[in-house]
């Protein structure tokens, strides 16, 4: 099957990484290699191109787009393993790191693989269907009321989050809830009329709600940020794409906390902490796509995206 994945803020993406012959790249969240294939000419001949990604469907595409060797490697595996995973291929440091989180349009738009609401599927959402994580099925059948509460109006930001899970508990008590179909008429059922004329697809929220908790994004993506930091060289910069509101938080308070420089008490006259900035913020305000970009491109809608920079020595 075809790859069909628009990279998004692309030109902004290149620009800020500073891409130059020789450079060392790690794409934390390949797709199809629509950010990277451009990122691997730019530092040709003698940079190094690293590409990971969890998903076996988005390795096999890019695979076919890159030109595989010496010069470009791809990684399966989650970018919470960074460390591990930089280790185990032998890259010495790191000059720019891209995460561009979430899903693929390819991942969204396969039915089989339980992201969609469109079509009447299993419920799975793993990005990587290998995984033994829990399947989002294995959380609707299983977790509290309480706690589907919480996911769906905490990582969903849906307003009718008890009505849902309620009707979800009540549900799973004649039989399980297995298929997309059912989760989709359980949630209409629990959103009354009125509210579900107007706005997104009624299940939206829910089932992004869901994605999330499968693949613990947020605490991968905290993980993640933290040992890029660490592999960066100085003056290399991480580049961030988040397209919800908590995953840019993340993004938002690491930089933050990694470009703090001393902490001590104001009116202590000198420096006890020794604190000094790890990152400098390239980025107060996250760089959003044009309307021409996302007339183009549905899917760029919601990109912010932010950037920092290692400190150089001093
Ligand atoms: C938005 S797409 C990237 C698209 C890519 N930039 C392009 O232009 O083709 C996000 C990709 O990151 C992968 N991904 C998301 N979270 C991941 C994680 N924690 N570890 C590894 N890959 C991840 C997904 O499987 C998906 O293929």
Not at 250 to 272: L, Y
Not at 293 to 301: K, L, S
Request: glycine letters at 8%; one cysteine or more.
């Amino acid at each position: 099957m075809e790859y069909r994945h628009i990279p998004v803020l692309l030109a902004e993406v290149t620009q800020q990484l500073s891409l130059h012959d020789g450079s060392i790249i790690v794409d934390c969240t390949l797709g199809g290699a629509g950010h990277a294939k451009r990122v691997a000419q730019l530092i040709a001949p003698t940079g190094i191109l690293v590409g990971i990604d969890q998903d076996d469907a988005a390795l096999a595409a890019a695979a076919d787009t890159l030109p595989l060797g010496q010069h470009v490697v791809l990684l399966k595996g989650n970018f919470g393993d960074l460390d591990r995973l930089l280790a185990e291929a032998s890259i010495p440091y790191v000059d720019g790191f891209l995460f561009d989180l979430g899903v693929s349009s390819p991942q969204l738009d396969v039915a089989g693989r339980g992201f969609t609401y469109q079509e009447d599927v299993p419920l799975d959402m793993r990005m990587d269907s290998s995984s033994s994580q829990l399947t989002a099925a294995d959380i609707i059948n299983t977790y509290s009321e309480q706690d589907l509460t919480r996911v769906i109006r905490e990582y969903g930001e849906e307003r009718w989050a008890s009505r849902i899970a309620a009707f979800i508990v009540a549900a799973r008590g004649r039989h399980q809830v297995t298929t997309t179909g059912e989760l989709v008429e359980l949630i209409k059922n629990a959103i009354p009329a009125a509210a579900r004329r107007t706005g997104p697809h009624p299940a939206r929220r829910t089932f992004q709600a869901l994605r999330m908790e499968v693949n613990h994004e947020l605490d991968v993506l905290e993980h993640g940020l933290r040992s890029a930091i660490k592999w960066l060289s100085p003056g290399g910069r991480i580049v961030v794409i988040s397209y919800h509101s908590l995953e840019d938080g993340v993004v938002k308070r690491v930089f933050a906390e990694e470009s703090v420089g001393c902490i001590c008490p104001p009116d202590m006259p000198i420096c006890r902490c020794g604190q000094e900035p790890v990152l400098r913020l390239i980025t107060r305000k996250p760089v959003v796509p044009t309307a021409e970009e996302i007339e183009g491109n549905q899917r760029a809608r919601s990109a912010r995206l932010r950037v920092a920079e290692k400190q150089k020595a001093q």
